[in-house]
């Protein structure tokens, strides 16, 4: 099979991760026979640099052309005082929203070997925890009306939460569906004490839970949720929640993994085209200096396998040789308390050499 995949490597450690995603799907491709073609497009920081624009046309043409797309990282201080229109990271929710990428699926999982770079006390997290984190991503505060006016104490600015209906309808079900393959186990968290959309959001939830009678189903609110992932993740399983709301506690969730470079992700519309990325962002700080970590992005590779191309001993032979080499003992720097490291490229050929 032959499978054409859009690479936006954008700035910082991204293009050293990508390419460890590509080295790795290029050994897949051998193993199983399959042609991964890899075609760049600009994006982010880079693509203002070349073109004058964060997300150029012919990366949004291209990414639509292609059958997945694989993200390393955008942004860094270089464009942070340019105005929000040409900001790298508007070129994220541009291309999610060019390519109907209405979910995020992010998986924060403990593995049993990186239990030591986990913050949380021992006896928290003794059984580990498997959190599949179901993200809203085309809604809410980041594509609500916005601007600056003038207000009760002078210039003000506003950004406005809003969801709609079928926004949530869409988003629920992809949760529930996600619960029945898993534990059907479903926590929404969402803030109706206090917010409209969250109590719209709450009933919608309770309404598709109708259609689901095997899967469990409670609410939780947002700082409680917070609280909870510190003191018991394991009482985890699917969650679900608002753009902004994910945004955060998945953050949240990728920490006390032990490592956010340890997270991979999977933006997903109606088809089976998706944009897989590393939940983390660019560190320009540490770019170029064999630092990064790539697994991360190697783990959404993975996630690219099995959801856009339904390649699943594929996708499992990825996941098994990152698990391989964790549990022998090999660390890249942010995973190594100050103990000896592999640098970005040698933790990529550690993993190619298990599968």
Known sequence: MEYKIGLLRGDGIGPEIVDSAVRVLQKIGEKFSHKFVFTPYLIGGA?????????PKETVEGCLASDSVLLGAVGGPKWDTLPGHLRPEK????????????????????????????PLREDLVEKGFDIMIVREL??????????????????EAYDT?????????????VAFETAKKRN??????????????????????????????????????????AMQLVRNPAQFDVIVTSNMFGDILSDEASQITGS????PSASLGEGTRGLYEPIHGSAPDIAGQGKANPIATILSAAMML???????????????????????????????????????????DKIIERI
């Open 184 to 225: 059907k186990k479903l926590v929404s968290i969402d803030k109706a004490n206090v917010l409209e959309t969250s109590r719209l959001w709450r009933k919608i939830v309770h309404e598709i839970a109708a259609e689901y009678p095997d899967v469990a189903v409670s609410d939780m609110l947002v700082d409680n949720a």
């Open 47 to 55: 693509a203002i640099d070349e073109v004058g624009e964060p997300l």
């Open 161 to 173: 939460e809003r969801y709609s209906r079928m926004e949530i309808e869409r988003i629920a079900r």
């Open 260 to 263: 956010i470079g340890m997270l």
């Open 138 to 155: 085309t809604g809410g505060i980041y594509f609500g009306e916005r601007g600056y006016r003038e207000g009760k104490y002078g210039e």
């Open 91 to 118: 070129a994220l929710l541009g291309i999610r929203e060019a390519m109907g990428l209405f979910t995020n699926l992010r998986p924060a999982k403990l593995y049993p070997a990186l239990k030591a770079e986990c």
């Open 306 to 348: 099995l959801y856009a191309f339904d390649l699943s001993a594929e996708s499992e032979a990825i996941v098994s040789a990152v698990d391989q080499v964790l549990n022998e003992g090999y660390r890249t720097a942010d995973i190594a308390r100050g103990g000896e490291w592999l640098s970005t490229k040698e933790m990529t």
